[in-house]
């Protein structure tokens, strides 16, 4: 999976008005949650809402073995 830049959108409360599925946890993020936009430089289109504090740790995810 290419990643490179991102654009990184704060949606406020007031702003979340539908339910998303964030990639990090796959939990809702549900209307009235305050979350991130992650919108790839390279693709725009594929724009991805994350909770906060799912993207902030994603770098520091380590491989679970599996
Ligand atoms: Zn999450």
């Known amino acids: 999976m290419g990643t490179g830049a991102a654009q990184i959108h704060?949606?406020?409360p007031y702003q979340a008005d539908k339910t998303y599925?964030?990639?990090g946890c796959n939990q809702e993020i549900r209307?009235?949650?305050g979350?991130?936009?992650i919108v790839p430089v390279s693709d725009p289109a594929s724009r991805r809402h994350w909770h906060?504090?799912?993207w902030e740790h994603r770098a520091r995810r380590r491989?679970?073995?599996r």
């Open 10 to 12: 704060r949606i406020q």
């Open 21 to 23: 599925i964030c990639p």
């Open 31 to 33: 209307p009235g949650t």
């Open 35 to 37: 979350h991130l936009v």
């Open 52 to 54: 906060s504090p799912c």
């Open 63 to 65: 491989p679970t073995g």
